[in-house]
Each structure stands twice: as structure tokens, then as C-alpha cells.
């Protein structure tokens, strides 16, 4: 069973650009979460698709924005980038299934964007 | 809002000798999990273990056990023969389960070096 994935794994843009992440989840997982990882910030939550719906959201300006596709593909848009959103992406799939008490999440490589 | 705190940096331990990784977390709800990441030099997040907090008996996967002290918010992680594959960035991450979805609050993260 082939893993999620993420594209690209690297990318570099600068600041004012805006910048698209993709994300495959494992087959037949339905929830998609996005967190971002920064040496100074750590791994923090930015949200989660299931079922083409936002369900949980962190605490991430209005720049951070996604969305999920009828296959489950999600994708993750940062518009208007500052230097700060220089971070690894991380993605993670579960099955999501509503009423499970737990549901592993499987992450991807990530992708690493740098914001010049 | 709940918090983990991982308050080790750094460790280091011998090939084929035991260490314990620490975790403390803040959290009013009786419901949750709690798990142990692991994140090698090549990025790639995987789960080493889970605990679920309504059960007493700690969690334990071949080399890897749990000292969950649920009064006392401590959830620590034990690697047994450690080995050098075991080299890697380690995060404890809570989740809560009354919450509707997956979202995971990590620690800042503790880097596991392992010396032949």
C-alpha cells in the first residue's frame, strides 16, 4: 500500500508570492491534517479535511487556506508569504471515520519551503 | 487549550543501553490519547507508540514501553537495547477524545543520539 505523499518536497519563493502544497493520502483514508514544523515554533496544527469539509482549524491567519477533492487529495495554499512561513509541511491521512474513539495517523516526507 | 511539555532537549545513550524520554501535559478533559513520534533525519514522522488514557496498564511495542501517570500528567517513554537506528528527533503528541478529529498537540521535541 503505497504511503502519502506530498509534492513538491522542496520549494523556494519569495515573500509576497503566494505558494500551493499537494498531499495523497494513503488509499482509502478520507481525513487529511496539514501542521507546520519550525525550529521555533515546533509542529503546530493547521487543520484537518474529511470528507471534503474543514472540521478542526488551528491558530493560523487567514493567509493558511485548503481545501479537500472528491479522491481525498488535499491541497494547502499560503498567499501574500512572509519570511516566518519558512517551515517543513507536514500532512498526515487517517481513516477519519466518524464515531471512532481512534484513527492512526500516517504521515507524509513533507515539503520544505523557503521563503527568501 | 492543552500543552505538552517535553523538557529534554537533548539525550544521549549508549548502544544496547536503556534511556527514558520525558513528557508532562496539561489537560482538563478525562478522555484522550497520548503517543510517542518518532521523526528520523530523513523527515519521515512514525508512530512508536499510544496510550489511550482510560487504560491503567502502560503501553509497551518490543523495545518501547510507557510510564503513564495519569494524576500526575507524566507520560514517559522507555527504549530498552537501544539501538542505532533509534537516532532520531522523538515527540510526545496528545489528542484529545472528545473533540470531533485528529488534531495533535505536540511537544517541542527531544533529540534521541545514540553513541556505539
Known amino acids: 500500500k503505497a504511503g502519502v505523499t506530498q509534492t513538491p518536497r522542496y520549494l523556494i519563493k519569495t515573500r509576497g508570492q503566494q505558494v500551493t502544497l499537494s498531499c495523497s493520502p494513503i488509499?482509502?483514508?478520507?481525513?487529511v491534517s496539514w501542521y507546520q514544523q519550525t525550529p521555533g515554533q515546533g509542529l503546530q496544527f493547521l487543520f484537518e479535511?474529511?470528507?471534503?469539509?474543514?472540521?478542526n482549524k488551528g491558530n493560523f491567519p487567514g493567509r493558511f487556506s485548503g481545501r479537500q477533492f472528491s479522491n481525498s487529495r488535499s491541497e494547502m495554499n499560503v498567499s501574500t508569504l512572509e519570511l516566518g512561513d519558512s517551515a517543513l509541511y507536514l500532512c498526515?491521512?487517517?481513516?477519519?471515520?466518524?464515531?471512532?474513539?481512534?484513527?492512526?495517523?500516517?504521515f507524509g516526507p513533507g515539503t520544505r519551503l523557503t521563503v527568501l | 487549550a492543552q500543552t505538552v511539555t517535553q523538557s529534554q532537549p537533548e539525550m544521549s545513550v549508549q548502544e544496547a543501553e536503556t534511556v527514558t524520554l520525558s513528557c508532562t501535559y496539561d489537560?482538563?478533559?478525562?478522555?484522550?490519547?497520548l503517543f510517542w513520534y518518532k521523526q528520523p533525519p530523513s523527515r519521515q514522522m512514525i508512530l512508536v507508540i499510544r496510550?489511550?488514557?482510560?487504560?491503567?496498564q502502560n503501553a509497551t511495542e518490543n523495545r518501547f514501553s510507557v510510564n503513564f501517570q495519569k494524576a500526575a500528567k507524566s507520560f514517559s517513554l522507555k527504549i530498552s537495547d537501544s539501538q542505532l537506528g533509534d537516532a532520531a528527533m522523538y515527540f510526545c503528541?496528545?489528542?484529545?477524545?472528545?473533540?470531533?478529529?485528529?488534531?495533535?498537540?505536540f511537544g517541542a521535541g527531544t533529540i534521541l543520539r545514540v553513541k556505539s
Open positions: 498526515a491521512s487517517s481513516l477519519g471515520l466518524a464515531g471512532t474513539p481512534y484513527n492512526e495517523q500516517f
Open positions: 488509499s482509502g483514508h478520507r481525513s
Open positions: 479535511y474529511f470528507s471534503e469539509t474543514q472540521r
Open positions: 489537560t482538563s478533559e478525562s478522555d484522550y490519547y
Open positions: 496510550q489511550e488514557a482510560y487504560k491503567q
Open positions: 503528541a496528545y489528542r484529545s477524545g472528545s473533540e470531533y478529529g485528529n488534531k495533535l498537540v
